[in-house]
């Protein structure tokens, strides 16, 4: 890998000229962002997606920032251009860019890898445009998840965790009563979402998917299992998966439903001290030769992970009488209300279910991180 920083370089060729001809010559473009967006960084940009070169973003996170930030990070968002990171400080970002350079390195592979499966089973690929759409329909963007921006607050509220909340006041998103009701179950399991709610959430998804009703019967199921009638959220979630299939929704979608009837099939026959040997969805599953994921709710999955892990690393490492200040906990809990939220907009059962696991499997270890029993101790007992 060999980046190219224009002001690393000397050249007899003007500025301009100079990274225009590098950024068109590029693989990769790397944006780095803070305080303000200078004009040659602007332009660079311009020609990158202009020229449509992969891309990586990368914000400092400040309390303010440049309208110059504010609006590239908007361009960002609205126009789905890819997913940026905030970092604390530049001063490991080579270490950050190489890894997430490594990891899309992987999922390059992964795409090219089933899309491949997909033509040896007789899809035609033949049509580049067709094949974007197949493979993006669907996919929340983060103008999806910023529907609920202004809840994140209550979250930390609900977990008595004020000092992470964000000081400045800001208005109330489109579905800010939504998000805290989710939030509110998510902590206490008090399941509160009213029908008018859900239908928000239903005719919100309709620019995403070529057919609703799958997921009105998904939504079914959701309120059915919410009232304890197993079978009758089953009999919801095997019509969904009907649906979406006579709809040929994307694989992901038909996967992730088989997911839900699965797991819904074995609680049924755990309910009933039914044992079976032959579990239809569960061979179904097995028979499927790509990837299984659920987008987007995924990569917040990671992320959480990823910043548990390196907090209880930063610990272990730690040289004796070291004081040790802060942490990602903040961020790990915004990514578990974005993992929720996504799960709400797809009507995953399954990744509701887990949202609530992964709540108590994050305070379990950062109980541990913190040294912080009483933290445990106030969001387990409501679990």
């Given amino acids: 890998m060999n980046p ?35 004009r040659g960084t602007s ?21 303010k920032l440049g309208q110059s930030v504010n609006d590239l990070r908007n361009d960002i968002i609205s126009n789905d251009r890819c997913t940026f990171f905030a970092v604390s400080d530049f001063s490991k970002i080579e270490e950050t860019i190489w890894e997430h350079i490594m990891k899309n390195l992987v999922v390059e592979f992964q795409y090219r890898n089933t899309s491949t499966l997909f033509n040896s089973h007789g899809t035609d690929l033949t049509v580049n445009d067709n094949l974007t759409t197949q493979i993006n329909m669907g996919f929340a963007s983060k ?43 998510i902590v206490t399991g008090e399941w509160e979402l009213s029908d008018k709610e ?17 997921l009105q019967k998904r939504w079914n199921a959701i309120k059915a299992s919410r009232s304890g009638d197993m079978k009758k959220a089953f009999s919801q979630e095997k019509q969904a998966l009907k649906r979406a299939r006579e709809a ?11 997911i839900d009837c699965r797991n819904m099939e074995i609680e049924i026959n755990h309910q009933q001290r039914k044992r079976t040997y032959v579990e239809k969805y569960q061979n179904e599953l097995n028979s499927i030769k790509a990837m299984i ?33 802060g942490s990602n906990l903040s961020n790990v809990l915004t990514d578990l209300a974005n993992y929720m939220f996504t799960a709400v907009l797809y009507g995953s059962e399954t990744h509701l279910q887990l949202s609530r696991k992964i709540l108590s499997v994050i305070f379990d270890r950062y109980s541990v991180i913190l040294n912080n029993d009483q933290m445990k101790y106030d969001v387990l007992k409501d679990l």
């Fill in 248 to 258: 040929k929704e994307p694989d992901w979608i038909v996967n992730n439903i088989l």
């Fill in 198 to 214: 859900i239908r928000k959430i239903i005719i919100a998804e309709t620019k995403l998917f070529s057919d609703k009703t799958w």
């Fill in 43 to 63: 332009n660079e940009y311009a020609l990158a997606v202009k020229l449509h070169k992969p891309m990586l973003a990368y914000f400092l996170h400040e309390d």
């Fill in 143 to 185: 103008v999806e998840i910023s529907r609920f921006q202004s809840c994140y607050n209550y979250f930390f509220k609900m977990l008595n965790l004020e000092f992470f909340m964000n000081e400045k006041e800001e208005a109330e998103s489109e579905w800010h009563h939504l998000g805290c009701s989710l939030i509110k179950w």
């Fill in 293 to 325: 994921c659920l987008p987007i709710a995924d990569r917040y999955l990671t992320n959480i992970y990823k910043n548990i892990e390196k907090d209880e690393f930063r610990v272990k490492t730690a040289l004796p009488y070291t004081e040790l200040y």
């Fill in 4 to 38: 190219f920083i224009i002001e690393d370089e000397a050249s007899h060729i003007p500025s301009t000229q100079l990274y225009q001809l590098m950024v068109a010559r590029s693989d990769l473009y790397v944006l780095l962002a803070k305080g303000e967006i200078r």
